[in-house]
Antibody
């Protein structure tokens, strides 16, 4: 049974950066894409972007290019999302998900097969 | 970027009733890459439907998906109390609709 476990809650100052980790057990990210999604308080789900660790390629949601970056470790069992220049409205729960995609550029993505539990990031002075 | 618009914003129905949720895309979406999720507070989203009409593993058959092109529908045939949640459509593993909240009276 594949499980994704995310790193713990973070409290950050405005203008700083945060790095959220997502570790898979019972499998790897090798043949998958990794999607990063967030939910701000009282808001819906927002897609930040997707990353294909086998190729190191990424696709970004509207407005996210340049402020968010995605990486994965060598064995492709841990993925990371770094968000820079944090603002108070970046306070949200951040999720990772493993995604079945048929394209190296995070395209033709059919479904997710597992999600992390979410990481609360609080941005406050 | 493809924009997904869901309607209605909120559905308030009784147990046993049928819920029909709509997802409209700003341009055509391949049925292969349209999914529906259920999201409850404090939990990760749960995949219900992928490929527009295929139920994910373990999803009860009262959940069904249909549609093509720019118009897709999620139907919950007989609502149960545990179906109270927000439901989202997603295209190509990317953008989500804004969600439909289903309330059980």
């Amino acid at each position: 049974q594949v499980q994704l476990v995310q790193s713990g809650a973070e409290v950050k100052k405005p203008g700083s950066s945060v790095k959220v980790s997502c570790t898979v057990s019972g499998g790897t990210f090798r043949d998958y894409g990794i999607s990063w999604v967030r939910q701000a308080p009282g808001q819906g789900l927002e897609w930040l972007g997707g990353f294909v660790p086998l190729y190191g390629t990424a696709n970004y949601g509207r407005g996210w290019y340049g402020r968010v970056s995605f990486t994965a470790d060598g064995p492709m069992t841990t993925a990371h999302m770094e968000l820079r220049s944090l603002r108070s409205d970046d306070t949200a729960v951040y999720y990772c998900a493993r995604v079945v995609c048929f394209d190296m550029y995070y395209d033709r993505c059919k479904s997710t097969d597992s999600w992390g539990q979410g990481t609360l990031v609080t941005v406050s002075s | 970027e493809i924009v997904l618009t869901q309607s209605p914003g909120t559905l308030s129905l009784s147990p046993g009733e049928r819920a029909t949720l709509s997802c409209r895309a700003s341009q055509s979406v391949s049925t292969s890459y349209l999914g529906w999720y259920q999201h409850k507070p404090g939990r990760a989203p749960r995949l219900l439907i992928y490929g527009a009409s295929s139920r994910a593993t373990g999803i009860p058959d009262r959940f069904s998906g249909s549609g093509s092109g720019t118009d897709f529908t999620l139907t919950i045939s007989r609502l149960e109390p545990e179906d109270s949640a927000v439901y989202y459509c997603q295209q190509n593993g990317r953008s989500f609709g804004q969600g439909t909240k289903v309330e059980i009276k």
